[in-house]
């Protein structure tokens, strides 16, 4: 079945190192979007690319980075610069030209201790 | 640039009765799409509903339908026959009109709605 990969489910992060979450799919969409989630403030926007090797900030980008080397993958990195990291991390896609809204991951959870 | 706002934070109803969301919106865009996403306490993020602006039929998908009052930039979300899986927070989104590539949704607080046994 289609759908989008995220992993791990769990991660923990000690404080000062960077960490990558991954995000693959295999719906043949063409436009990719990570999301933070925090309680009582929805869903914010941190990147999306909608092709291979183009991507732009989202409203929260400060802090990660990603890439987007392969149509099927797009992968976020939590730097040491962002402050406040924990978080509920979602992955969405979408097809191009799209008004039909997202496919989400599963998600993944990422703590700093 | 665009605001969604949900202005209920928690809502609780029995089993069976019906209950509605309230979400409105702020743009200056003419055309664009509204959804409503539900996140069970898997955090699974699913499409509940969908809305077109230049549409004035209200949406609807069996038991989740919505009132959508364009000029007012309301989008509620009423569901019938409340059932126990309808327990979930749930988020109200906006899209401008894509033509072509990635098109970012902009999502509201989000609601959290409890269906009591």
């Known amino acids: 079945d289609g759908g989008i990969t995220q992993s791990p489910k769990y991660l923990f992060r000690k404080e000062g190192q960077n960490v990558t979450l991954s995000c693959e799919q295999n719906?043949?969409?063409?436009?990719m979007y990570w999301y933070r989630q925090d309680p009582g403030q929805g869903l914010r926007l941190i990147y999306y690319?909608?092709?291979?090797?183009?991507?732009q900030k989202g409203d929260i980008a400060e802090g990660y980075s990603v890439s987007r080397e392969k149509k099927e993958s797009f992968p976020l990195t939590v730097t040491s610069a962002q402050k406040n990291p924990t978080a509920f991390y979602l992955c969405?896609?979408?097809?191009?030209?799209?008004?039909?809204?997202?496919?989400f991951g599963s998600g993944t959870r990422l703590t700093v201790v | 640039a665009q605001t969604v706002t949900q202005s209920q934070p928690e809502m609780s109803v029995q089993e069976a009765e019906t209950v509605t969301l309230s979400c409105t919106y702020d743009?200056?865009?003419?055309?664009?799409?509204l959804f409503w996403y539900k996140q069970p306490p898997s955090r699974q993020m699913i499409l509940v509903i969908r809305q077109e602006a230049y549409k004035q039929q209200n949406a609807t998908e069996n038991r989740f339908s919505v009132n959508f009052q364009k000029a007012a930039k309301s989008f509620s979300l009423k569901i019938s026959d409340s059932q126990l899986g309808d327990t979930a927070m749930y988020f109200c989104a906006f899209m401008k009109s894509p033509f072509q590539g990635a098109q970012k949704l902009v999502f509201g607080q989000g609601t959290r709605l409890t269906i009591n046994p």
């Open positions: 969405a896609s979408s097809r191009g030209s799209n008004n039909y809204g997202y496919t």
């Open positions: 743009t200056s865009e003419s055309n664009y799409y």
């Open positions: 719906l043949n969409h063409d436009a």
């Open positions: 690319s909608q092709i291979v090797n183009d991507f």
